[in-house]
Structure formats: C-alpha cells, structure tokens
C-alpha cells in the first residue's frame, strides 16, 4: 500500500490520489518488488528542518528525506520500503528557480526518494552518476523534462 499525505498549508493542486498513482509508477519503471509499500508525506519546511537537524545534522530545510526501514509486513505479505517527506515550500522555491510547475518538482522529488529508499545514493561522484541516470530515465518515461537542482 502506498500512502499519501498532505499537510502543508498550500497543496498547489496536489491529490493524493494521482501522487498515489505515479508513486505506483515509479516503483514499476524503478525495478522495485511488486506490491511494494511506502509512505509519502508532503509537508512543510520546519518538519524537514527538524528532521534534517535530527537525523543529518544540518540545521537547515532541505527538499526531500528519505528514510529507509525495509520489513515484510507478515500479515499483508508486501514489502515496506520506507518513509518519504517532502518540503511543498521548498519544492515551490525550486520550481519557480527551474521555471517548472510546482506539482512537477514534487513529482521530481518522489522519483529522487523512492530511488533512495531503493538503496540509490549520491554521496560519491559514481553513485550520483549512476541515480541521476537512473532519475532521468524514469523522469522521460513519465513525460517530465526537467532536471534536478544540483
């Protein structure tokens, strides 16, 4: 089960139900384990702020987290992958900069955190190679042309 939720003041046309979608989307075009479960919270800049002091140590707001807790759920049988949060407000700042709508910086960012939860990673120069690779390819297979802020 994949779920969504919104919980920042401005949602920018958002709906759940179509990120619910494209997050089944891209779990397929990803290579992801069929029936794999996460969940998506679209919120504010003080949340990821919170969190990225917490878990990082960078006392800053930052556009997506990802955080990783992989089980199988023995009743359901689907595999859990983890935790995504996105910041509205800094997808919002990011888009107006990319001259892109908002709604697809979201759906940039949801790309860029399923691949983390999937073990992708961009701290070495060959690993960002390999996901932003990876991030293009499953951006152009759902028709999105635009690319990440560095």
Do not use: C
């Not at 990876?134 to 042309?145: P, R, S, T």
Request: charged fraction near 20%; hydrophobic fraction near 40%; glycine fraction near 8%.
């Amino acid at each position: 089960m994949i779920e969504i939720s919104i919980t920042s003041d401005h949602k920018f046309g958002l709906k759940p139900a179509e990120l619910q979608l494209l997050a089944d989307q891209i779990l397929t075009l990803a290579g992801a384990t069929p029936g794999s479960a996460l969940s998506v919270q679209v919120t504010g800049d003080e949340t990821l702020q919170r969190l990225n002091r917490e878990y990082l140590g960078i006392d800053a707001p930052t556009d997506v987290l990802s955080f990783p807790v992989p089980f199988d759920d023995p009743e359901s049988g689907s595999h859990y992958l983890g935790d995504i949060l996105i910041s509205l407000p800094t997808a919002a700042r990011q888009a107006d900069s990319g001259g892109h709508p908002v709604e697809e910086e979201v759906k940039l960012l949801l790309v860029h955190g399923i691949l983390h939860l999937l073990g992708h990673d961009h701290a070495k120069p060959e690993e960002k190679a390999a996901m932003w690779h990876k991030q293009d390819e499953i951006l152009a297979a759902l028709g999105i042309n635009i690319r990440p802020t560095e």
